[in-house]
């Protein structure tokens, strides 16, 4: 007879809380430490991995123009070279299969190479961002502490899970957002589905993000400074419904990008640092002709927001954005979608607002930005949750509006193949 298929079981979270909750305090108070104790590691390794990128930065950003055709190639060859001799990290692809197919176990001698790659990716000007390799240390540091604890089954992947969350946050500053990012991001379907895990990813995610905060002292304002906006209008909702459509369609296109990017790419020779350097030639001229593609958008977006550009210039910028990150992620440069892809949004929304009298650019570029995001990672919970700290976006419905259209209008396949599987299969 076949093996019966393990069935997940609703009210599980209920009773798992339920005893939980009837232990000794003593007892749930050393869960507690663990998972706060996790937030803390993760938020000292996101520190000093933040403040090493910002030097990075601050010496590769001096070259542009011309001198980017040098600096770029050997950025790529360099990060070629640190994969070939350490061992393809992978992306968050194979930490989303990890979580469903491992147990929930993520290794931890992927981070050397990971690390270094990433960082000489993210600081040359890839258009990448730092959660994915924050994201794999800290998921990887949840499972170590698992390991220590000699736990097993759902345990080993609620600690892991917390890692991850503890990762996302300390880049966006948002805990509760990042807790629910690190679990959405796993499903493309359920939204939420390893319901175990909620409590231990934001109490990890407070405590990384306060030890974050004090070393790097981001994340507590809003990290991109849009004008206010005030919700006056229930016509607001329809507009922001409208651009959410807009935002599914730049994802469409996105995707379609990025495979046929990929097709281009999958002719080349091995090894890998062929690969890489040709990436480098790429963007490197791309960031020359169109200097905003150059890194992943975090202080890039302010300039959009506050740029007189016109609103060809602005579509064009998008464009190139998706090239961008298109040519960064088949490279196999390193580095996450998320802020990258938020910046691609604010470019398309405030054309469109540009090219439309009477929509709210603010409105617009948000929205878009929102659907944009929810359709290629398939988190609009979380989406909705990230801008709406990192914007100071106060009505949050809007967003949610967006975000939902973004999501169920996404391609039937997810950008990340691995949010296929669930740990039902």
Not at 251 to 268: G, R
Not at 301 to 312: F, G
Not at 320 to 344: C, D, H, Q, S, Y
Request: glycine share 8%; proline share 6%; charged share 10%.
């Amino acid at each position: 007879m076949a093996p019966r298929k393990h069935r997940f079981n609703r009210h599980l979270p209920i009773r798992w809380v339920s005893r939980l909750l009837a232990r000794n305090p003593l007892t749930l108070s050393r869960w507690v430490f663990c998972w706060a104790a996790i937030g803390i590691g993760s938020g000292l390794f996101a520190g000093l991995y933040w403040n090493v990128l910002e030097l990075l930065t601050h010496f590769l950003r001096s070259f542009h123009g011309i001198s980017l055709l040098i600096v770029m190639p050997l950025a790529g060859l360099l990060i070629g070279l640190i994969i070939h001799v350490l061992g393809n990290p992978g992306e968050i692809s194979l930490i989303v299969d990890n979580i469903h197919s491992r147990g929930g176990r993520i290794d931890m001698h992927e981070n050397p190479s990971m690390v270094l790659a990433s960082l000489v990716s993210i600081s040359s000007g890839g258009s990448l961002g730092p959660e994915a390799p924050m994201v794999q240390v800290t998921g990887s540091f949840g499972t170590w502490v698992a390991d220590r604890l000699q736990l097993q089954g759902e345990s080993v992947r609620s600690l892991s899970v917390a890692g991850m969350a503890a990762g996302f946050t300390a880049l966006f500053g948002a805990p509760l957002g990042g807790a629910f990012f690190a679990l959405e991001i796993l499903h493309h379907q359920h939204v939420v589905e390893y319901y175990e895990a909620i409590l231990p990813a934001v109490v990890s995610s407070c405590a990384s993000y306060i030890v974050f905060a004090l070393i790097t002292h981001l994340g507590i304002s809003p990290t991109w400074t849009f004008p206010q906006y005030h919700l006056d209008n229930v016509d607001d909702f329809a507009f922001a419904i409208a651009s959410g459509i807009v935002g599914a369609i730049a994802a469409w296109i996105f995707v379609s990008l990025v495979k046929s990017c990929a097709w281009l790419f999958s002719k080349l020779p091995e090894p890998i640092y062929i690969r890489t350097t040709l990436a480098g030639v790429g963007l490197g001229t791309l960031a020359a002709l169109v200097p905003l593609t150059r890194y992943f958008g975090h202080e890039e977006l302010n300039l959009v927001v506050e740029s007189p550009e016109s609103a060809l210039f602005l579509l064009i910028l998008a464009f190139a954005k998706m090239g961008a990150i298109a040519m960064t992620v088949n490279g196999e440069w390193r580095g996450g979608l998320i802020i990258p892809l938020f910046f691609t949004g604010a470019c398309i929304g405030k054309a469109i607002a540009l090219l439309i009298p009477g929509l709210h650019p603010v409105l617009t570029m948000i929205a878009v930005m929102a659907a944009l995001n929810a359709a290629v990672t398939r988190t609009p919970i979380s989406t909705t949750l990230l801008l709406t700290k990192l914007t100071g976006f106060s009505p949050l419905t809007p967003i949610l509006f967006a975000s939902l259209v973004g999501f169920f209008l996404s391609p039937r396949r997810p950008f990340i193949k691995s949010q296929m599987r669930s740990q039902n299969d």
